[in-house]
């Protein structure tokens, strides 16, 4: 099979022909910051933390594939500030309250802003009025952390052959909905793919809390992107 | 009747005003500390899932987190039907407890009170065991005192180091989960406290020291410094009455050690006890039902609890317990200043609890956490360093909050902290409705020997000044005077 020739930050790499930038980058150990991006499914751009410039213009490095020659800008001050940036949106336009969440230290969103040195908001809190849905006996739905990636609309939909969450509204207005006016209403189980994939404590597991002790959370033991790196180091 | 307000009291925990009220001869009648914030935390965790309980509660303080974390898992333990816990969970929650009551203990007194019995005492009136203001703080007394000083802040560090191997942090972490804990004690963790544990006993002792004597020294002044008599409460260790601050079953006494309550489950406590609501303050007002709001209210914290309690279980602290239980002749110390006495004696309990705990093979058991039955209603019981504390939830089947009462340590001992002000006003003001340097100091010793957590007892936020009125029997400001920081010029 051909491969690719490109560059990430002056640095030549090869990608397979149709692959994304992400998983390119990956594959060489170059860690390229992302949320909504989830093992192998299709990619959504979504959430755009993943943003890179690719011959002078700002790209989604889930979706945007890898052509010829192609020169793209990942660790630059600009793109840091650039994520930063819609890092931070995200936090401010939901309810994260890092402090007591069950999520804290498994958050792939906390993970980042450690990551990034966000210590404190650079945009006004929205502090939106967001319901929890408690309904279901197994698994709960917190509006307040949902960062709207889409990961479990696709998960439920593409792994477990459901179709329980879906959003509405477009623009500011776009919110996730389960099928059904509660989330005890949809075939949701709690064996199911997507219980497991949310990256922020929108969509948990009822009922476990904090049983993993602070110093063993996945991200106590290292930073996110560590496993990444680790391949280039 | 005239007013004398104090605002800001420095050195307590919160934010506090203080009323003095004359009646028309110009004489005190009544005091109140007014708790002006309202933070809310049993209104807004409602409908949060109850495994989150334990570790919002907590974010009321970060002085005693541990005691919130505790007494809420212990309530959510009867929701999940797992308060018969493990050996290990149970002890490490101890471990986690005496660690917490240690710190705090430490940090009180050295940081908080040691410049008032250490630089306080030359006598004189306008003292009133405090401080000159240039010495009030812990660097004064590690300048003067070095080895105590210095002792003081490695003893709350030791605590500290003992929440940190128990619940993942210093302060807020995650230990205690319902029906158990989510860690055992690490052997590292272990050999690392082990090697101090018994430092940490002789300096304890030494504190102790320095408590009772400077009681002993100052015998008649502290006699009757915001001295009154009072009813006292707390948790006993059920079977033999002895001193218990991790889980027992409440017993209330008189003034002359009469029993009042003894034995009272903590599930029922209801039935002793009600909450009285006074329109000038957040902080409620709790009696014991029997004798009613006007009778029934009580001390609690170290004071009550070496009252309360038949005899202190470790050897160190219960000869200490006997030499202090002497000067009153076994009879219950209803004296204001005999907290710090009374609280270093604690002191040197919990590094006792710590040391032998830390020498039981069950902290490295693996058994971790118990379920049973669900509950939808439970309470959880425990003697913070400050006093009693009382978390009472309702859960629905849903698993959200839908009732939340909390009764903390500060809230318990508001009337007596009334009734100390109000003794200290009637001795300091002499019918003049002057605000002076004395009454300041006076006031503010004797409210900090309840060692107050404002900022808990309302579930308020926020830093806390004092400000000080005289109102006449008119309602009318007859002097007034604010404090914003205790080095800034009056």
């Not at chain 2, 002006?36 to 009321?60: A, N, S, T, Y």
């Not at chain 2, 812990?138 to 802040?153: C, D, H, M, N, T």
Request: some cysteine; aromatic content about 6%; charged content about 25%.
């Amino acid at each position: 099979m051909k491969h690719i020739e490109f560059t990430i930050d002056g640095k030549t790499m090869t990608a397979k022909p149709g692959q994304t930038i992400l998983k390119a980058a990956e594959a060489h150990g170059v860690y390229i910051p992302h949320l909504c991006a989830y093992k192998d499914l299709i990619p959504h751009g979504s959430c755009r933390v993943c943003s890179v410039r690719c011959n002078g213009r700002i790209q989604a490095a889930c979706v945007q594939t890898v052509s010829e020659g192609m020169i793209v800008e990942n660790d630059t001050p600009e793109i840091h500030e650039f994520r930063k940036a819609i890092l931070d949106m995200l936090f401010v336009e939901g309810n994260h309250f890092c402090m007591f969440c069950e999520k804290s230290g498994q958050c792939e969103l906390q993970a980042l802003a450690y990551r990034f040195g966000i210590t404190a908001p650079q945009f006004p809190l929205l502090e939106p009025e967001r319901e929890l849905d408690m309904s279901h006996p197994d698994v709960y739905l917190d509006h307040n952390r949902c960062i709207l990636c889409g990961r479990c609309v696709r998960v439920s939909q593409d792994l477990d052959n459901k179709n329980c969450f879906q959003f509405v509204g477009r623009g500011h207005r776009k919110r996730l909905k389960v099928n059904g006016e509660a989330l005890a209403e949809t075939d949701l189980r709690v064996t199911d793919a997507v219980v497991a994939s949310c990256p922020v404590g929108a969509l948990m597991k009822k009922r476990v809390g904090y049983a993993i002790p602070i110093g063993e959370r996945h991200f106590d033991q290292q930073p996110i992107g560590h496993a990444i790196e680790e391949k280039n180091s | 009747m005239k007013k004398i307000t104090i605002d800001p009291l420095t050195r307590v925990e919160g934010h506090g005003k203080v009323t003095i009220h004359l009646d028309d001869a110009g004489d005190v009648k009544e005091a109140r500390l007014h708790i002006i914030e309202f933070r809310g935390f049993e209104r807004f965790i409602l409908g949060r899932p109850f495994w989150e309980v334990p570790v919002i509660v907590q974010r009321l303080c970060g002085i005693c987190p541990v005691s919130h974390h505790l007494a809420a898992a212990k309530a959510m333990d009867r929701i999940v039907g797992g308060e018969q816990l493990t050996p290990t969970a149970e002890k490490m929650r101890r471990l986690m407890h005496y660690g917490q009551i240690f710190q705090s203990h430490a940090l009180h007194f050295f940081h908080l009170s040691s410049p008032d019995l250490l630089f306080g005492t030359d006598g004189s009136a306008a003292s009133a065991f405090a401080a000159p203001r240039e010495q009030r703080h812990v660097l004064a007394v590690a300048k003067s005192f070095p080895e105590l000083g210095r002792q003081g802040i490695l003893m709350r560090k030791f605590g500290q180091e003992v929440i940190q191997a128990t619940a993942g942090k210093k302060i807020h972490g995650t230990g205690a989960i319902p029906g158990g804990v989510n860690r055992n004690l690490s052997v590292e963790a272990r050999d690392h406290l082990r090697k101090d544990a018994d430092q940490m006993i002789r300096w304890s002792k030494k504190a102790v020291a320095v408590a009772r004597d400077f009681t002993m020294d100052h015998l008649l002044e502290i006699a009757t410094f915001g001295a009154f008599d009072s009813n006292h409460l707390s948790l006993v260790r059920p079977r033999d009455g002895a001193l218990e601050l991790y889980d027992g079953v409440l017993r209330a006494i008189d003034k002359d050690g009469k029993t009042l309550v003894d034995g009272l489950e903590d599930q029922r406590y209801l039935e002793a006890l009600s909450e009285e609501v006074r329109p000038w303050t957040y902080m409620k007002f709790p009696f014991l039902k029997t004798l009613g709001p006007q009778h029934g209210w009580y001390r609690v914290g170290p004071l009550a609890r070496l009252n309360t309690c038949r005899f202190v279980p470790s050897p160190e602290a219960e000869a200490a317990r006997i030499e202090f239980q002497a000067v009153t002749h076994q009879k219950p110390n209803n004296v204001t200043m005999a907290y710090h006495w009374a609280r270093m004696i604690e002191l040197l309990h919990a590094g006792e609890v710590i040391r032998d705990l830390l020498d039981d093979a069950d902290l490295q058991g693996e058994d971790l956490v118990t379920q049973g039955p669900r509950r939808e209603e439970a309470v959880g019981i425990i003697e913070a360093p400050r006093g009693t504390l009382i978390h009472h939830y309702r859960v629905d089947r849903n698993d959200q909050v839908t009732m939340c009462n909390l009764i903390v340590s500060t809230t318990h001992n508001n009337e007596p902290m009334n009734q100390a002000i109000m003794r200290v006003a009637q001795d300091t003001l002499a019918k003049k409705p002057e605000i002076t340097e004395g009454l300041l100091n006076g006031i503010e010793v004797a409210v900090r020997a309840y060692d107050p957590c404002l900022s808990c007892a309302t579930h308020a936020m926020g830093k806390m000044p004092l400000q000080v009125q005289v109102v006449d029997a008119h309602g009318a400001v007859a002097a007034e005077r604010i404090r914003s920081h205790e080095l800034d010029a009056p």
